[in-house]
C-alpha cells in the first residue's frame, strides 16, 4: 500500500542554503539525491543503526557512511577513545605512539601486508599506491577495469574508451589526456581483453588495480579462479597487483578480500573502516617494497595530518572490536539470513530481483541474470525500479545509499528487530514496484 512521502521541509530549507555554499549544495555528488526522488535529507544524528534526519525522521541505516561503520553509529567504544584521546590535543604532524598502536593491531593480524603508511582518504591510499608501483617498476602505464571506483585521482577518471580500444578515455574534465593515455581500462571478468593489454603495451604496465570485490558499480562479484589468473598474469609480466580494498578491507573479514581469496596482492589499499568514521586511508605491502617510499626510498608521499591520533584513536576503537573472536562469523551470518528472507519473497512473487552479498554487503540488482560480473551487465533502465523501491523505503524508515548503483552495508548494530522491519518494508515496497 502507497504510503505518504515523508515531511522533508527542514532539509530542503537546508538544501536550499546550501546550494549557495557548495556547488550542487553539496561536498560529494553522489549525496545530491540525483539518481533517486526527493531532496538529499540532512542528517542530525545516528545511534547504532539509526540514523535521523533534520526533520526528525528516523531511518534504520543500510548506508552506514558509505562503509566505516561496521560497528553501527556513535558507537560507545570508539566515541570514549576518541575523547579521551582529544583532550590531549588533536595534531602534533609529529609520530605519535597512536600510530604504532593501530600499526600493530593491523599488522600482527594480517599476512599480506608487512609495513604500512597512513594516509587520510581512501583516493590518498590509491594515489600513493600506483605512485608506489610506477616508482618500483619504473614503468608508467596502470590497467584498471570498468566498474571500478578508485577515488577521484586524475589516473583513475578514466573510463573505457569505445570499441576494441583499450586506451581510456577520461570520465571527468580536468583530466589531461596525456593522463588518461597511461591508464589503460578493460572489462571485468575478461580473460582476453586483460592478455591483449598485456601483449598491447609490453613491458609497460607498472600495476593492475582491482577491487577485488568490486563494489562500486552494483556488486559485481568475480570468481577466486579470475582473480588467481590476474594474479599469475602479473607475476608473468612484472606487473604489481593493487587490491583495492578501501570497502573491503576489515569488511569481509580483518584481512579483507585478500584472504578471502587468499590471494597476496603487491600492494593493499584502505580507507574506510580502517578509520572509525574519521578520515583515515592507508596503503601496505612487503617492507621491501614500502622501504621504496621517501624518507627511506625515493617514491614521494606525505601528508600534515597522516596519522592524525584522533583518527587513530577512532581506528584502534573499532578494530579492536573488529578482531573479537565470532565478529564477522555473527555479522555474516546475520547478512545471509536477511538476504536469504528477500530472495525467498522474490522467488514466491516472481519479481525479477537479485540480492547479491558477500560478508556483510549487499546490493538489490533489479535483473533475471543469475550473475552480474562486469559493469555491461547491469541495464541501466533496472535503475527505475530501484528509484522507485528508494522512496517507498526511505517513506517507511530505512535508508539506503541514494543510488541503484550503491551497495548496502549490514552493521553489528543492526538488531534482529531492525531487520524484521526493514524486511517487511522492502516487500511492501517491492509490491508497490513491480505492481
Ligand atoms: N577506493 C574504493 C574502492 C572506494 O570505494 C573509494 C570510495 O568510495 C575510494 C577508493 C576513495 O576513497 P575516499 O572516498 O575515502 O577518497
Redesign the pocket.
Known amino acids: 500500500m502507497q504510503i505518504p512521502d515523508i515531511s522533508r521541509t527542514k532539509s530542503a530549507e537546508l538544501y536550499e542554503k546550501a546550494k549557495t555554499y557548495f556547488p550542487g549544495g553539496v561536498n560529494s555528488p553522489v549525496r545530491a539525491f540525483k539518481s533517486v526522488y526527493g531532496t538529499p535529507l540532512f542528517i542530525e544524528k545516528g545511534d547504532g543503526s539509526h540514523i535521523w534526519d533534520a526533520d526528525g525522521n528516523e531511518f534504520i541505516d543500510f548506508c552506514g557512511s558509505?562503509?566505516p561503520l561496521i560497528l553501527g553509529h556513535n558507537r560507545a567504544s570508539v566515541r570514549e577513545k576518541v575523547m579521551e584521546v582529544m583532550q590531549k590535543g588533536m595534531s602534533f604532524g609529529a609520530p605519535t605512539a597512536l600510530e604504532n598502536e593501530l600499526a600493530e593491531l593491523i599488522l600482527s593480524n594480517n599476512k599480506y601486508i608487512q609495513k604500512i603508511r597512513f594516509v587520510s582518504?581512501?583516493?590518498?591510499?590509491?594515489m600513493s599506491a600506483i605512485r608506489l608501483a610506477r616508482g618500483y617498476t619504473k614503468r608508467d602505464k596502470i590497467l584498471k577495469f570498468e566498474g571500478?571506483?578508485?577515488?577521484?585521482t586524475d589516473a583513475l577518471l578514466v573510463k573505457a574508451g569505445s570499441g576494441l580500444v583499450t586506451f581510456g578515455e577520461t570520465s571527468s574534465a580536468g583530466v589531461p589526456k596525456a593522463f588518461a593515455d597511461e591508464t589503460i581500462v578493460v572489462a571485468l571478468n575478461d580473460k582476453d581483453a586483460l592478455l591483449k593489454a598485456f601483449d598491447d603495451f609490453k613491458d609497460q604496465i607498472a600495476a593492475v588495480i582491482i577491487?577485488p570485490i568490486p563494489?562500486?558499480n552494483g556488486l559485481l562479484l568475480q570468481t577466486p579462479e579470475y582473480l588467481n589468473f590476474l594474479r599469475d598474469t602479473c607475476i608473468q609480466n612484472g606487473t604489481m597487483l593493487i587490491f583495492?580494498e578501501?570497502?573491503s578491507g576489515f569488511r569481509v573479514g580483518f584481512e579483507g578480500a585478500a584472504a578471502y581469496y587468499n590471494i597476496q596482492p603487491d600492494i593493499i589499499?584502505y580507507?574506510?573502516i580502517i578509520g572509525g568514521g574519521l578520515p583515515v586511508?592507508a596503503y601496505g605491502a612487503s617492507a621491501e617494497v614500502m622501504d621504496h617510499i621517501s624518507p627511506v626510498g625515493s617514491v614521494y608521499q606525505a601528508g600534515t595530518l597522516s596519522g592524525n591520533p584522533v583518527a587513530m584513536a577512532a581506528g584502534i576503537a573499532q578494530l579492536t572490536e573488529l578482531l573479537q573472536p565470532g565478529f564477522y562469523e555473527e555479522l555474516h551470518d546475520k547478512t545471509a539470513g536477511f538476504v536469504k528472507a528477500i530472495e525467498a519473497f522474490v522467488a514466491e512473487r516472481g519479481y525479477e530481483l537479485k540480492v547479491f552479498t558477500i560478508g556483510s554487503i549487499f546490493w538489490f540488482a533489479f535483473t533475471g541474470k543469475e550473475t552480474i560480473s562486469s559493469a555491461d551487465d547491469i541495464d541501466p533502465q533496472s535503475m527505475l525500479k530501484f528509484k522507485a523501491m528508494h522512496r517507498e523505503l526511505i517513506n517507511r524508515g530505512i535508508y539506503l545509499g541514494p543510488s541503484g548503483y550503491e551497495v548496502g552495508f549490514i552493521s553489528a548494530a543492526h538488531t534482529t528487530a531492525d531487520l524484521e522491519t526493514t524486511k517487511t518494508a522492502i516487500f511492501d515496497s517491492l509490491d508497490i514496484v513491480f505492481e
Open positions: 558509505w562503509g582518504s581512501g583516493t590518498e591510499a590509491v571500478c571506483y578508485h577515488g577521484h577491487e563494489a562500486n583495492d578501501v570497502i589499499t580507507g574506510k586511508g
